[in-house]
């Protein structure tokens, strides 16, 4: 009878710990703010790297040549960190009044072991203008505002998504991208150093949110974007992609008769976070002020190619920033997230931290600003993860900052 006690009581304080572990407060994150710029620039595209591989995380932007704000003269370049990220050093690789696209993306796009740049000309007012891939080969690593600017090939209209990628499995880079109208997803791939053939697959009403990841978890890179994701044939077969349905409400919406585009923009996100191997897709909604969308993360089942919504909060609008990563270095992701300065009524920026099993969320608060085209990264090398916050695409919100977090030097 004694035995059967204790295994009682230790069954009953075991379940007590484990409802009241379920209600602990996680740590609170604290992060210290720097400026880099504080004049507005138009950097809709943008992306991290350490370019210089010193250990800290570079910030690379793309000035906007036409579009909203400013339109001359446009320029690409970057920033780079010094001082563990208290200071920060302008280089432009070009000049150009053409420049614009909505991203651009960093790889090595010659496997010759440093980082190169891709990037856009484009025009954003128009949809009748045809826009221009580039790749920008970093030529000296000892002289960092070299560089030589190679064509990749056309793209229909102006550019609001790009990534990169092995794609077909044949060692070189690939290049993905979605337009504003045009409704494809198109991928230039590298056949040969530096020989390019376009693939597009038409897909109904996608604008705005990619990412890539191996969705299904057959080692080949796929894709998943506005509410779709898109299988990878594999190695050696660039053309039989296979669409499929995530969840149709993502790029369905009619506004005014049409399937118009801010109703359908999304932010993107690809992330194992259950560590099975495959990649679930998470997903924001970018653009329009509209009720009853959330931030979710779906989970496919395999045999049925059906996908599991699982809300992390609700009522999200123009919330233009989705990043995943372990922003408190417990061993599991986070979501960070924030709407867009120019919401009528709202502008959270929050970081959701994840209680351990996924379906669990800590809110927290990192002010109500906003923040438009967040990039998490560790900037400043120390192991944990920072925030990079461009502000809107206005005068109104000129600053643009890094938001260096503390976790890691409380340990």
């Known amino acids: 009878m004694r035995m059967m006690s204790k295994i009682k009581t230790s069954f009953i304080v075991a379940l007590i710990l484990s409802v009241l572990g379920s209600y602990t407060l996680l740590k ?7 400026v880099i710029s504080d004049n507005y620039q138009g950097w809709w595209g943008r992306t991290v790297a350490d370019i210089n591989k010193d250990g800290l995380m570079d910030v690379m932007v793309l000035k906007q040549s036409r579009g909203y704000g400013p339109v001359n003269p446009g320029w690409l370049g970057w920033y780079q960190a010094k001082e563990g990220g208290k200071s920060w050093e302008k280089h432009v690789i070009e000049n150009n009044d053409l420049l614009g696209a909505g991203d651009l993306a960093v790889a090595d796009m010659d496997n010759d ?11 954003e007012t128009s949809k009748d203008t045809t826009a221009r891939t580039y790749w920008w080969e970093n030529k000296d690593a000892k002289n960092l505002d070299k560089w030589e600017r190679h064509f990749i090939g056309n793209n229909p209209e102006f550019v609001k998504d790009v990534e990169i990628a092995d794609f077909d499995g044949n060692g070189l880079k690939d290049v993905a991208t979605v337009t504003y109208w045009h409704h494809a997803l198109e991928i230039d791939y590298q056949v040969a ?3 390019w053939e376009k693939f597009a697959i038409k897909i109904t009403n996608i604008h705005e949110g990619m990412h890539i990841g191996d969705i299904d978890g057959d080692k080949n890179i796929d894709i998943a974007l506005n509410g779709y994701w898109v299988k990878n044939p594999g190695k050696g077969n660039r053309k039989d992609w296979v669409v499929s349905n995530i969840n149709d409400k993502w790029h369905n919406q009619v506004y005014k008769g049409v399937l118009e585009w801010r109703h359908n923009g999304t932010k993107i996100f690809c992330r194992d976070i259950n560590k099975d191997g495959k990649a ?6 970018s653009e329009a002020n509209v009720d009853g969308y959330p931030i979710a993360w779906y989970d496919r089942d395999a045999k049925t190619n059906t996908w599991t919504e699982h809300v ?18 417990d061993g599991d992701f986070d979501i960070v997230s924030g709407e867009i300065p120019e919401h009528p009524t709202k502008k959270r920026v929050r970081i959701f931290l994840n209680k351990g099993n996924n379906l669990d969320w800590e809110e ?3 002010g109500e600003k906003g923040i438009y085209n967040g990039v998490v990264a560790d900037f400043e090398g120390d192991g944990d993860f920072d925030i990079f916050s461009a502000p809107g695409y206005g005068n109104d919100f000129p600053n643009y900052t890094v938001r260096i977090n503390q976790t890691k030097k409380k340990k």
């Open 364 to 366: 927290q608060s990192l």
């Open 280 to 285: 679930e897709v998470f997903i924001s909604h």
């Open 312 to 329: 992390v909060a609700n009522d999200y609008h123009h919330c233009h920033t989705l990043q995943i990563f372990d922003m408190d270095n």
């Open 193 to 195: 150093k530096n020989k």
């Open 28 to 34: 609170q994150i604290t992060f210290n703010e720097v």
């Open 113 to 123: 072991g440093d980082t190169d740049f891709l990037s856009f000309e484009g025009d």
